[in-house]
């Protein structure tokens, strides 16, 4: 079962807490001014509302765990639980969790929590223990509580932790085709193809007639380079007498990843259309259409996404970037301002963000960030690298460090923030601040292959400490092989390093595994260093034509000259 977590309104919380001061009151006239060790869980619990209230996170976590630890309450414990968890503190999470256990080893909740703020930070044992608890007691089989927790952790923490962490779970149920599934499934989401291609045939051979592990051994083919082979797989499923829907969209959607549209095109085209209208469908042939370019053709199809009522914040973000290439700012700016929720809530706000700050100045993107932040606490630590980000692009560098600096002070365990704040110090030419930070925070997290990467390129970006980046990347690849920001990385090495057809090659398949203006941008600068100038200057300008607003490209190809 998905874990639930409850998000209690500031009035919800706030008549918790009244109802607990005037229980409190009746007994301790001294109450909420009692300091130290000594202050009660009651007075406690509203030291940590007020801190909320101020934006003082950390303390407020802090505060709320305190009153835990000082009460056999399970509902005090829950409480602290979850207000850390929404809030993003994530240590004082896992503590709570803990004192909830304490009170009550049992709970369900108390080890899904503790299960998911573990993994978020890197703190692997912990996080197995937790799950494989629920795996032991909570589902009607091991092979049920492997389907269920897929989609809850799959989302959650680095992928290639993820990926651990169900390599360690199926090991403990080794004769459970589901939990190779499992493993295959977030491997394969870790960009670790032959893992994920092993998991995926052992869980067909433990399950040889269960489709979805059919379907993730077509996946992995495809992801190895063999199309043909994982095609054929997902085609005798496709022509089973019981192909259902889902069979037919996921066989359309490798057809469209391996460059067969109009195969793609002729599946989908009977459920967008008649009585059997399946939203997934149109949205698949929207995503296709807009891939092309194919601009009134993409947009018809998202108007009719938007029309059925189903996917509608991803039908308005899509509508929104149409537009956008349309050069129709004013319309992309009403599409991406109604998306208030779905996968690309933040994408959408901060396009709205940064088109304000063009038509009205860097404090109207700026403000309506503060607002998207206020209004939906969870995306927080997102949107201060979001303002952060928003201030670099307006050249404001001094307030987005400062941005940076107020969001590590309320949210410390944000990986992503920290991260973040570590590449502007680098871009800002303050690359000892940067790697002190990725030093600190690769000690907090011991072969997280995210951190490795990060410190690793970051190094081999400077031409410092080559032995040391070479062995991070390389611990970095070994996790996650195929993953193109870890391919890049060592390409971007290996080319400081002078190797340059080992460099050409490493880029050329990040390339292949994920567009990005900076893999193309290196790639050029090999194939100039080995004096192929004509190929660097195509590169750069096809590059460039995908990405128009990149100012790196732009100034790589006006300093090559014609």
Known sequence: MPIRIIRASRSALGAIFLGLLVACATTDPAGP??????????????EAEAAFDRGEYPAGARLYREAAQRSDDEMIAEQATRAAFDHTQLQEAALAAGRWLEINPTSENAHRYAGIAALKLHRLDDAEAQFSYLLDTVYISPAAGFLALLPVIGDEGVSTDVMELFRRLSARHP?????HYAYGSAALRADNFAVAEKSAETAVAKAPFWKPAKMLLARTRIATG??????AIARDLVTAPDADVSTHLEYALLLSATGRDQEARAMLTPYTTGKTVVPGAIRTLGAMELDADNLDAASTQFENLLATGAQSYEALYFLGVIAERRKDTDRALRYYSRVAGGDYNLAAQQRVARIKAEQSGTDAGVNHLDELARMQPQLAPSVFSAKAGLLEYRGDTRRAAQVFEEGLARYPDALELRLNRAFFLERMGKEDAAIRDLRALLAERPGDAHVQNALGFTLADIGRNLPEARELLTAALAQSPDNAATLDSMGWLLYK????PAALDHLQRASKSGADPEIDLHIGEVQWAMGDQKAARATWQAALAKAPTNEKLRTRIERAGP
Do not use: Q, S
């Not at 001014?33 to 009660?40: E, I, N």
């Not at 063999?226 to 095609?231: C, I, N, S």
């Open 33 to 46: 001014r009692d300091t130290g060790d000594a202050m009660l869980p009651e007075a406690r619990l509203a």
């Open 175 to 179: 004769g459970v085709g589901e939990g």
């Open 226 to 231: 063999r199309d043909e082979e994982g095609l």
């Open 497 to 500: 390093e002078g190797n340059y």
